[in-house]
């Protein structure tokens, strides 16, 4: 394990590539990257083809990804992935691209992302893939290494998917967990407490529930979130996976978040940054 010097001065940049749901309306599908001194770690890649114009308007390059970690299946986290994917073979064929592709899922995942290649891909391209790539099955207090960042990950307990998520330590000692698009609740709740930065699901305000249906899509509202995230320790929660119908939405969802929690409330848009 990598020994941690919060002496040393390190810093860790989360970009917000996505904060959208299924189907948004004017934003992308959930997916960010964290920038660290030494690394890229990119989480879900979005629902499409989109994702490369996300990329380019953060100034992430293709060819500057190295580590992908797709948090579940459903088609608005995995698909952009396999487009990322199909970007990078093509840089790799094209002599623009270096190094190791590492993919990162649960079981369940690493499957759909090979399926999905195999049938989709020409064979050449497949076959370069294979070469350049390397698919690291993870699951329930696995853990990696990336550069000087440890990430350990961990089943989110989503009701409807195989979902897993994550725990990135910093050389500087400090958190950030991630859920995927999946909510903070009872089942996950010890995971992640006592973080720096949670990013999870938060699919509408509580107030809004039936216009928005959140629990029959298995999602939670920010009220449901908050109150939960209270007594965790948690020092900055951020919530995304919503619906972006709502006017003014971040002045919105947090004064809602605030009725419950007390500590740093981000409601991010597409584009947000976080300096860790």
């Not at 114009?53 to 580590?67: G, M, T």
């Not at 390397?134 to 990950?153: K, L, N, Q, Y």
């Amino acid at each position: 394990m990598t020994a941690h010097n919060p002496s040393v001065d390190h810093h860790a940049e989360i970009i917000m590539l996505g904060t959208g749901s299924a189907f948004p309306s004017s934003s992308y599908n959930t997916c960010l990257a964290i920038r660290t001194d030494e690394e890229l770690w990119l989480t879900d890649g979005g629902g499409g083809n989109g994702i490369f114009s996300r990329l380019k308007e953060e100034n992430i390059p293709v060819n500057s990804i190295h580590h992908l970690f797709v948090t579940h299946t459903h088609t608005d986290h995995i698909f952009g992935a396999v487009w990322l994917m199909r970007s990078i073979v093509q840089h790799s064929l094209e002599g623009k691209y270096s190094g190791t592709l590492n993919l990162y899922g649960n079981p369940s995942v690493i499957h759909a992302l090979k399926t999905i290649c195999s049938l989709t891909l020409l064979p050449s391209y497949y076959s370069r893939l294979n070469d350049i790539a390397i698919f690291t099955e993870v699951g329930p207090d696995t853990s990696v290494s990336v550069g000087e960042a440890e990430i350990r990950f961990f089943d989110c307990g989503s009701e409807n998917v195989n979902q897993t998520g994550f725990i990135m330590t910093l050389p500087s000692g400090k958190t950030i967990a991630c859920m995927g698009d999946e909510a903070l609740t009872e089942a996950n709740e010890r995971h992640v407490a006592g973080c720096d930065w949670l990013f999870c699901g938060a699919f509408c305000r509580y107030a809004d529930r039936d216009v928005f249906r959140p629990y029959e899509k298995h999602h939670r509202t920010v009220k449901d979130v908050a109150a939960l995230a209270e007594n965790t320790g948690i020092k900055n929660l951020a919530l995304y996976h919503s619906e972006d119908r709502t006017p003014n939405r971040e002045e919105a969802y947090t004064e809602e978040a605030a009725l419950c929690f007390s500590g740093r409330i981000h409601i991010p848009h597409d584009g947000s940054r976080y300096l860790v």
